[in-house]
């Protein structure tokens, strides 16, 4: 991900990340060497992000569904 950013890297100051157990330590570091600051998802907190959870599951009803639509 860093590679495909490039020199826009700069420009984060913030990456926000649940707990998921593939996001190792050595993921953590690439980005705060880069001087970007890990924000982690509070835990069991499923509602933390409602915006974005209510646009992704909008999205799977939409495209994923296989029932035709009315």
């Known amino acids: 991900m ?3 950013l490039g020199d826009r890297a700069e420009g984060f100051r913030f990456l926000i990340r649940d707990r998921d157990a593939k996001f190792t330590t050595v993921f953590d570091e ?8 890990i924000l982690k998802t509070p835990p069991r907190a499923p509602q933390a992000n409602a915006y974005i959870e209510r646009w992704i599951s909008g999205l799977r009803r939409e495209l994923l569904d296989p029932r035709p639509r009315s």
Do not use: C, L, P, Y
């Open 2 to 4: 860093m590679i495909e």
């Open 30 to 37: 690439v980005f705060t060497d880069a001087g970007i600051r």
